[in-house]
């Protein structure tokens, strides 16, 4: 487990050096007004959804995310942003040929020598960020802070939450639980779909994800004693109360444990970013892999690209 266990606690680091390469690839990056796609398979897809939810929050333009297989070739974008850490996955490269000549296109990618780099308008290499291990822990959030940088997010404040997450205790011992689900509003939807999709990866574990104010219309009747509702960011009105009906356990930045740690030394700066939290949604996930047996540097049915015949 020496991979992932390295590549999460190198993320505040990695989002230190997301901040200083920022000003230097702003050209790349979307422009005020612009109407922007933004693209990427698994994890990677799922901080383009979070990205693309800042982005159009922040009235910085219009911005969609999609599958890369998803694609609406049809639409018409300002800019596309393909968000991959190999920069071999065969989805991601066929868009980006596809798109040639039609709509400029920005690649983020951990491998500057990888064929993407060949087939998209612009580069913004993160080697700093690349991993060894299968599953997506740093490059992906290294890349939304790049982003979030890029918006004029203060990323000294995000990388020193992310240095405590690093740290803290686990808000639960993953041993004791026996499902999870977790649960977004708006940007951070994309963050609890990544960290159901940690979960499955690399612990082979039944994990789930909801918008927050749809989790109601069904998805809590396999809330119970021995599961676990993660929320992140903010939460609708009587959720934490109606998950305490059901029996389950619910974690959330204003009532865990670890984030209690968290409040204390980031005094006056209550809730921390959410994506400290899915730091500690990625350290939870591989506990629950150590707890199964399992090794999360080498997850089941699973390599590091998916790379298409």
């Given amino acids: 487990m020496a991979f992932v266990h390295a590549e999460i606690a190198s993320q505040p680091d990695c989002w ?33 959804t979070a990205y693309a939810g800042l982005r159009e929050a922040a009235g910085h333009g219009e911005t969609d995310a999609f599958q890369a297989s998803e694609f609406p070739t049809g639409r018409r974008y300002d800019r596309l942003i393909a968000v991959t850490r190999s920069g071999t996955t065969t989805e991601v490269l066929e868009l980006l040929a596809a798109l040639r000549g039609q ?6 990618v951990g491998d500057p020598a990888s064929p ?15 991993e060894r291990s299968v599953v997506q822990t740093r ?3 290294t890349a939304l802070a790049l982003l979030r940088a890029h918006l004029g997010d203060n990323l000294a404040a995000l990388s020193a939450d992310a240095e405590v997450a690093v740290r803290a205790p686990l808000p639960i011992d993953p041993a004791s639980i026996g499902q999870v689900t977790f649960l977004g509003r708006g940007w951070t939807i994309g963050l609890a779909q990544e960290a159901a999709l940690k979960c499955r990866e690399a612990a082979t574990f039944w994990a789930e994800a909801y918008p927050a104010m749809d989790y109601r219309h069904g998805p809590i009747s396999v809330a119970a004693p021995g ?3 993660w929320a992140f960011g903010d939460i609708p009105e009587g959720l934490a109360e109606d998950v305490a009906a059901t029996g389950a356990a619910f974690v959330h930045s204003r009532t865990h444990g670890c984030r209690a740690v968290l409040t204390s030394w980031a005094a006056g700066r209550t809730p921390v970013d959410p994506m400290a939290d899915l730091i500690l949604a ?9 707890s199964r047996g399992l090794d999360p540097d080498a997850p089941r049915h699973l390599t590091r690209s998916v790379v298409l015949a």
């Fill in 16 to 48: 230190r050096e997301a901040a200083l390469l920022a000003p230097t690839v702003a050209e790349h990056l979307p422009r005020p007004g612009e109407r922007v796609a933004v693209v990427g398979c698994g994890t990677s897809w799922f901080m383009a």
């Fill in 227 to 229: 599961r676990l509702v």
């Fill in 103 to 108: 709509c400029p296109t920005t690649v983020i």
């Fill in 139 to 141: 490059f992906a959030t």
């Fill in 116 to 130: 993407a780099v060949d087939v998209a308008s612009a580069v913004v290499a993160m080697p700093f960020a690349d």
């Fill in 282 to 290: 990625q350290r939870f996930a591989v506990a629950l892999a150590t």
